[in-house]
């Protein structure tokens, strides 16, 4: 359950099963719904390939040790949590669905007019064995085709709303889910990891304006495209950090988890002048004799794979006609995002400049939002502040769809 | 009357190897002996329990009718393409049907030159080829990629279906199920191909087609699927609803990757013959409506008399490969050690050759790291294959 340390605030709870290390965020909200970040509780990944759940047993094992750590370091028990998932099993799509004003109501949109949609979108077609992960409300279209972000109490014969569709192959998202579900604790919703990344980062000056959030993980590189306060593209490639801890293994013949720590210590996309004839001695351990290369082989390596990776975001954009529509930048995080060079070498391929983003609007323990890694579950727990808010409002009576939690529709379907 | 009695059977389906005369014994229980089929095999036992019409055991010298296991090497300098013994067998076959494995066995060894042998006599052929597993170790995999580069030089159409497959979909749970499936499925594809092509009837179906729809065979890439299949039979009322239905669901396709990766469909019906022109172009558009994607679509219809009310359809998709071959992945060579050792005795110098020591083998390339996830491919690129391989860079050493 939420529980509540004061009257006003709730405990809100995140978790990212991530491929190579497991979130669990815990934030407290205030009424206004500012968000204080307690801490994050980490632990070593197992059991997932490509954010997807490989072995269960050992999925269950990292994600128990996540939950147990979060709750050490923020004294919070752990019931109920929101989960951001990934996977390259997802699809997303923009959908529409149709529907009118009754003359009665004075062809006037009103709260039937709105659930009317929202019953109609739950009827959109899904690809075989998929289910919902999320449906992103981006707006409306009236008569004469009139945009329309609050339609309540409109003049309209004809309104349309637009839906952005994220679905999974339902088997998978249960393995998931069922990850955390099977610690006795309700997973009570469910994100996109890339949209929940843009939620942390993103102001909404950069949503309007249209700007690309590139999320680049150990198993999977998300991709989110917003443009005028909605989201309106997002895509899993499956190539990732793990990619390139292969790639440096099998080029330079060293063992995987040394291949691991040279990335992380000195990995880099750029080779400086001074470093082209620079070589690197890695020092013998147990079962390996050890190994001096070029320096040079080691960037070679790591910037072609850095480079596919985006071509091949560079060229899913522009196959949607996505880039000339942004008028933002480029920004990019998850662990990926701490390689050396990467934003030169992404500023030559992709046609906007290139960031490296940072977490924002978290009060409290402010060294966690340094951590590009960790912006899916922070992403998340702003995902679940807006879906908290929405329930208490409902609750309350409250029927006027505001702006910023009426983006998002309930989109658990998989769930109920 | 046995096709296999019939000198001018037109489509014949051959097995080379094992996993080849699996498929045939499927394609025998589903199409009740209908085609002419040939088995070679390096196995005299596997022979003898296939139900293949015609079945010719090679190398017993080399092998003594044991089968390779696996090991293609013991079959070197072998070759189908010269010799007398296969003329009767393959003579008047206008399009040969040949399904193998090339995970370095019999069909890695001797595919290519039987293909070759037949494309020297005039047959059209279409190659069905199964890939090994990922964890089956590179030198199986370049086994594969080598015999793949060989048939696509010779071969009018080479179909690749991937045995990883049977890792990540429903018949993961149990593998020799899942190869029992997978066998099943292939049988079903090559019926219904071969029967279309193999009959007069509404609409023509042939290699022309296949190749279309798959590209020619230098222009593919390494050794990655390009062909997903789905079968289904229907009767009665609404048969057409249903096989639809079925073919979507069926074992090769349930997965949805024809559906991200594929380009191309084919359709394969087998009619009764009340069906008009006009019945199949609207069976078509139902098929057109029901798939996941919008793809180019190529069909052929056979009508078979005993068929009435009732209806076979197959649908084949394919992924035509326009990129090039890949560059060499460059070897270390297998150093040769030339030792010299004195005896215990010291009754003089004994220089003995021996292989390279541990240190110095060749490094695994396999790249297990993923062999149990989905597989992450764009195009008729693995991604998964390390890129500045892919990309022919040489790395500064």
Redesign the interface.
Same mark, same amino acid.
């Given at each position: 359950m939420i529980m509540r340390r004061t009257p006003t605030e709730e405990i809100l709870i995140a978790t990212d099963l991530g491929t190579q290390s497991m979130k669990v965020a815990v934030a407290e909200m205030s009424e206004d719904g500012a968000l204080t970040l307690l801490g994050v509780g980490e632990s070593v990944s197992a059991g997932m390939?490509?954010a997807?759940v490989?072995d269960f047993g050992y999925a269950q094992a990292a994600a128990r040790m996540a939950l147990a750590e979060a709750e050490r370091r923020t004294q919070a028990e752990i019931t109920e949590v929101y989960l951001a998932l990934s996977?390259?099993?997802l699809q997303a799509k923009n959908e529409s669905v149709r529907g009118a004003t009754v003359a009665e109501d004075d062809h006037r949109v009103t709260e039937g007019t709105i659930e009317e949609l929202q019953k109609l979108a739950t009827h959109l077609p899904l690809?075989?064995?998929h289910a919902v992960l999320h449906e992103v409300l981006r707006g409306y279209t009236l008569d004469r085709g009139v945009g329309s972000d609050q339609p309540l109490g409109v003049h309209t014969e004809q309104i349309e709303a637009h839906y952005h569709l994220v679905t999974g192959?339902r088997t998978k998202l249960q393995t998931s889910v069922q990850c955390v579900a099977d610690q006795k604790i309700r997973v009570k919703g469910c994100t996109f990891s890339a949209y929940a990344s843009g939620l942390a980062l993103l102001s909404e000056e950069a949503k309007k304006r249209g700007v690309v959030v590139v999320d680049l993980g150990a198993g999977v590189t998300d991709v989110a495209v917003w443009r005028d306060d909605a989201i309106v593209h997002t895509a899993v490639?499956?190539?990732g950090g793990?990619?390139l801890t292969?790639?440096l293994s *099998?080029?330079l013949?060293i063992p995987?988890a040394r291949a691991e720590r040279l990335k992380k210590e000195m990995g880099s996309v750029v080779l400086e002048p001074m470093e082209k004839d620079e070589k690197v001695t890695l020092a013998r351990e147990i079962s390996f004799?050890g190994r001096t290369?070029?320096k040079? %082989?080691m960037v070679? *390596?790591l910037q %072609?794979?850095m480079?596919?990776i985006w071509q *091949?975001i560079q060229a899913d954009l522009e196959e949607q006609n996505l880039w000339s529509a942004i008028e933002g930048e480029v920004v990019v995080t998850g662990g990926g995002a701490r390689l050396k060079g990467l934003s030169r070498l992404a500023s030559e391929i992709l046609p906007r400049p290139v960031r490296v983003g940072r977490a924002r609007d978290f009060l409290g323990e402010q060294s966690d939002l340094e951590r590009p890694e960790f912006s899916t579950v922070l992403g998340t727990l702003r995902y679940a502040a807006e879906n908290e808010r929405r329930e208490a409002n409902q609750a309350k009576g409250w029927r006027k769809i505001q702006k910023s939690i009426g983006k998002v529709v309930s989109g658990m379907r998989f769930l109920a | 009357m046995n096709p296999n009695n019939h000198p001018k059977a037109s489509v014949a389906i051959l097995a080379v190897g094992g996993t080849g005369a699996a498929v045939l014994d499927n394609l025998a229980v589903a199409c009740e002996g209908e085609h002419r089929t040939l088995c070679i095999d390096t196995d005299a036992l596997a022979l003898r329990g296939t139900v293949a019409g015609k079945k010719i055991l090679v190398a017993p010298e080399r092998v003594h009718g044991m089968g390779t296991g696996g090991e293609a090497e013991l079959l070197e300098g072998l070759s189908l393409e010269e010799g007398d013994s296969l003329d009767p067998l393959l003579s008047g076959i206008r399009t040969a049907m040949v399904v193998l494995s090339v995970s370095g066995g019999t069909g890695s060894a001797l595919g290519p030159s039987l293909v070759r042998r037949l494309k020297k006599q005039g047959t059209e052929v279409v190659v069905l080829a199964v890939t090994p597993f990922g964890f089956e170790g590179r030198k199986k995999r370049e086994l594969s990629e080598k015999a793949l580069r060989e048939l696509r030089q010779v071969a009018d159409v080479v179909l690749v279906f991937s045995n990883e497959r049977l890792l990540e979909s429903s018949m993961s749970k149990d593998l020799r199920e899942g190869q029992r499936s997978l066998d099943r499925a292939l049988a079903k594809t090559i019926h219904g191909l071969a029967h279309v092509m193999e009959k007069e009837g509404l609409v023509h179906l042939g290699v022309a087609e296949l190749k279309e729809a798959v590209g020619s065979g230098a222009d593919a890439i390494g050794y990655l699927e390009n062909a997903w299949a789905g079968v289904a039979e229907a009767t009665g009322d609404g048969r057409e609803e249903a096989a639809i239905e079925a073919v979507?669901?069926d074992i090769l396709l349930?997965d949805?990757r024809a559906w991200k990766d594929g380009n191309r469909v084919l359709v394969s019906v087998i009619t009764g013959p009340e069906t008009s022109l006009q019945d199949f172009h609207g069976l078509l558009e139902k098929i057109r409506r029901r798939l996941?994607v919008d793809l180019p679509i190529s069909a052929g219809a056979a009508v078979d008399p005993e068929r009435s009310e009732s209806l076979s359809l197959t649908v084949l998709v394919t992924r035509r490969c326009e990129g090039t071959l890949l560059p060499k992945v460059e070897k270390t060579e297998r150093v040769e050690k030339r030792v010299e050792m004195e005896s215990s005795e010291g009754k003089g110098k004994r220089k003995r050759k021996i292989v390279a020591a541990q240190?110095e083998l060749e490094?695994d390339?396999t790249?297990n790291?993923?062999v149990?996830?989905?597989?992450?491919v764009?195009g008729a690129e693995d991604?998964?294959r390390?890129?500045?391989?892919r990309?022919g860079?040489v790395?500064?050493?």
């Open positions: 390939r490509k997807e490989t996977g390259t099993h690809p075989r064995d192959k490639h499956g190539v793990d990619h292969q790639d *099998i080029g013949e995987y004799d290369f070029f040079e %082989a070679q *390596i %072609a794979r480079s596919e *091949i | 979507v669901e349930e949805g996941p240190g490094f390339q790249p790291r993923f149990r996830s989905s597989p992450s764009r991604l998964d390390p890129t500045f391989q990309k860079i790395l500064r050493s």
